[in-house]
Nanobody, 120 residues
Framework: QVQLVESGGGLVQAGGSLNLSCAAS????????IGWFRQAPGKERDFVAA????????YYADSVKGRFTVSRDNAKNTVYLQMNSLKPEDTAVYYC?????????????WGQGTQVTVSS
């Protein structure tokens, strides 16, 4: 099990950028794939991006390809989501989640989320 804490959310104008962080506790963090998800008000939680345990593999939802970049620093037990060219439709609570499997059907551990609001 790993504990996750997201940070870096906030209010930004359309076209702006934010860099979210997902900090993890536990010595086994480097074994976990990490996914980013988001949930807008009244909508289901959607997949955004994921990164493999060693950072070699990544994949993205079509809606964020070319704008968002996921990366990790295992020495700091942290995964990042760099979000550029933000749009109002990116407004949501963003969550990170951990799994010992790559591209799992479900993730095992979740953070509490960080709010991202993009104004038009």
């Amino acid at each position: 099990q790993v504990q996750l804490v997201e940070s870096g959310g906030g209010l930004v104008q359309a076209g702006g950028s934010l860099n979210l962080s997902c900090a993890a506790s536990g010595r086994t963090f480097s074994r976990y794939a990490i996914g980013w998800f988001r949930q807008a008000p009244g909508k289901e939680r959607d997949f955004v991006a994921a990164i493999s345990w060693n950072g070699v593999s990544t994949y993205y939802a079509d809606s964020v390809k070319g704008r968002f970049t996921v990366s990790r620093d295992n020495a700091k037990n942290t995964v990042y989501l760099q979000m550029n060219s933000l749009k109002p439709e990116d407004t949501a609570v963003y969550y990170c989640a951990a799994s010992l499997s790559w591209r799992p059907r479900a993730y095992d551990d979740w953070g509490q989320g960080t709010q991202v609001t993009v104004s038009s």
